[in-house]
């Protein structure tokens, strides 16, 4: 995986990972900052209209155009039964990394927990498990939810 590896034009770092998913799509994602974008992360392009649309007023406010024109916005991770990640804060001067943990939905609450076609959900966040990292522990966040531990396995 190493020569997949480059510096991240955000925030210097050496841990920006890149995959080519396709001739025209790459994919990057930084673990130093947190940060990640793509090939069609561009000012005009369809893709990266439809998805800022989407995206909370934080973290418009924190997306960083690099020398290539490229977009890149916080990430957001929301991982079945090990936990979310994402930016939380009031500005772009005052905000953090924060984690929050899946834990397994309870028989007796199941009803409360379904998607729109009616199907149950298997877990749903501890809202007490929630913990703040600083803006350059965003891989302690990941860890804390137990992003890594399949990855480990696996290799
Ligand atoms: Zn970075």
Redesign the pocket.
Known sequence: MNDNLTI?P????D??YKNQVSIDITNYI?Y????QSNSLMKVGEEFYEEQIKKLPELYKDLLFKDKNDLIWMPSFFDIQGKGSVFVMGKNTNNWSWSAMKHILVGEKEKELFKNPSGEYYRYKSDTSSLKQFSQADFIEALDYIGMFENLENED
């Open positions: 991240c955000r925030c210097g770092g841990a920006c930084c130093g900052c947190g940060f």
